[in-house]
């Protein structure tokens, strides 16, 4: 595909107006190599858009060009001349249609000099980009900016570079983007930094329930330790079948099994001189934990069906919600790699345990969304209210930080209003099934419950339940829920007002 991407200016606008042509028409008429697509970025002239884009399908409808893709799109700017916020929005989708596209081209004439310099630092760096200029006279001409920015910045880094000691500079980017303001996560993540900057071989494990962010935790580590520039690869024990974990995680040679018709390198292997992320680790059949222990000890493996050795140099960082020592206790996990793996033991708290952290993350939710939604014309960005978070911070979030977040996107689906409220939340939590005898009951300080009015719904429903499952014989429907008679039952139905079917 050939794409075209544009922010669009005063003058395009203007000149459509008198049905003449500036540089976004231009350079999608003349361009010798048609655009499939045309992507045009803008953050002003909102009620102009649609005749701006209705007129320019119309021109290359006439000129034979393809036209059934091309959309303008709201830029997320804090404004016109706003260069982070500007050069966030172009990495974002620059980066994006690079991918999807074969080539990218990239007309720098219109909008503020601020976003031709972030079209030209940004595209510099994607490998399928051209620059494109309109000229005064209606034509156009592709741009040459000789510069590579990578091999400069390599240039006047490398001193500083140098005297840093041989060790690779680690980046703590990801870190970053965690949130931690409760001080249990900020140790979590302290500790994480030095597992990432540590010895090379060091093994880490991260235990948590689910959804606290233990896969985010691997990712951070490997990105700020000094295999960031190798592969992370990631795989749930969990979730592989049976028959193929070997395979999977250590390879297999040609004719190891049936349907092994060429040789397979496993993730260890592909993995080579990074890291490899065991999610579930507790689901691992005895026999792979012997071929992991052997792994993490002597750094070497075997593929199914070879009996010679292969040298592996990577990092394991293991995660699981289950209770491993427990696990050891039962025979479960072995002992002996539960140790080696605790090595860079890391405990991520529930979040109902960070209650800090619950409205920081509630917002970067809320700005999320916002700015995925905001290239929607049209689209205002929406908040939650006051109330809306304190209820938020009530909740016990069983599914912890994944939960949360797809409890506020249900509400933003749901809701029309700009604020979201606290019943907003309420319609789009997912209500649990009723509790168990077993199950623990969490509280938070300033949740208001009304025992006496739980106690009486529980009365109903088990009432009716009962009276319907034995066809209205109070006698039977009494002992079914450990009443002493029908006479009981009766006045229980009196007094709570059932209604018989
Ligand atoms: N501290 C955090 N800040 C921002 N987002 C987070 C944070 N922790 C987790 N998330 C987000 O919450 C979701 C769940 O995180 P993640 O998948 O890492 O949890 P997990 O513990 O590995 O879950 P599981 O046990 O199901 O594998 C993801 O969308 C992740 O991006």
């Known amino acids: ?43 002003a002239w909102e009620k102009d858009w649609k005749p701006y884009e209705k007129w320019l399908v119309k021109q290359l409808k006439e000129a034979g060009r393809p036209n059934d893709n091309v959309a303008i799109f709201k830029a997320n700017i804090a404004g016109p001349t706003d260069y982070p916020t500007i050069i966030r929005e172009t990495e974002k989708w620059i980066s994006k249609l690079s991918e999807e596209s074969e080539e990218l081209y990239i007309n720098i004439t219109s909008g503020t000099p601020a976003m031709s310099v972030a079209s030209v630092l940004v595209g510099k760096g994607k490998h399928n980009t051209h620059f494109i200029q309109s000229r005064r006279d209606n034509t156009i001409e592709n741009v040459d900016v000789p510069v590579d920015f990578g091999v400069a910045y390599a240039k006047s880094a490398a001193k500083s570079i140098a005297n840093k000691a041989v060790k690779a500079p680690s980046s703590h980017k990801l870190f970053e983007t965690i949130v931690a303001e409760s001080q249990a996560m900020k140790d979590v993540i302290s500790k994480a930094k030095r597992v990432a900057e540590s010895d090379l071989e060091l093994p880490a494990l991260v235990l948590g329930e689910t959804g606290t962010g233990k896969e985010v935790i ?156 905001n290239k929607y014309p049209g689209y205002k960005s929406k908040n939650i209210s006051e109330k809306g978070v304190k209820f938020i911070k009530s909740q016990p979030w069983h599914g912890n930080i994944r939960e949360l977040w797809n409890t506020i996107n249900r509400a933003f689906l749901w809701s029309d209003a700009e604020t979201i409220t606290d019943v907003d939340i309420k319609n789009a939590l997912i209500v649990r099934a009723p509790v168990s005898d077993e199950s623990e009951i969490f509280l938070s300080l300033g949740q208001q419950v009304d025992i006496n009015n739980l106690v009486e719904k529980y009365k109903k429903k088990y009432v009716k339940a009962a009276m319907k499952a034995a066809g209205n014989n109070k006698t039977k429907a009494a002992k079914m829920i450990g009443l002493n008679s029908q006479q009981v039952i009766t006045k229980w139905i009196e007094a709570l007002d059932i209604e018989i079917e």
Request: glycine share 6%; aromatic share 6%.
């Open 1 to 43: 595909m050939t794409t075209l991407y544009t922010w669009i200016g005063n003058t395009d606008i203007e000149n459509m107006q008198q049905n003449e042509h500036a540089a976004i028409s231009t350079i999608a008429l003349q361009n010798p190599k048609p655009f499939d697509r045309i992507f045009i970025f803008a953050n």
């Open 218 to 373: 691997a990712n951070a580590i490997h990105a700020a330790s000094p295999r960031a520039s190798k592969t992370l690869k990631t795989v749930n024990c969990g979730a592989l079948p049976e028959s193929l974990v070997d395979s999977i995680l250590f390879g297999h040679v040609k004719g190891a099994f049936t349907g092994a018709n060429s040789e397979h390198k496993g993730l260890f292997e592909q993995a080579s001189g990074g890291t490899l992320f065991l999610d579930e680790v507790g689901e691992l059949t005895p026999s792979v934990q012997v071929k992991l222990l052997r792994a993490l000890q002597e750094g070497e493996i075997t593929r199914v069906g070879d009996n010679k050795t292969i040298s592996v140099d990577v990092r394991i960082i293991a995660a699981t919600h289950r209770d491993l020592l427990q696990l050891v206790e039962k025979g479960d996990f072995r002992e002996d790699l539960f140790y080696r793996l605790a090595v860079g033991l890391l405990h991520i708290p529930a979040l109902r345990e960070r209650h800090e952290d619950i409205e920081p993350l509630v917002l970067e939710l809320v700005d999320e969304l916002n700015q995925a939604a």
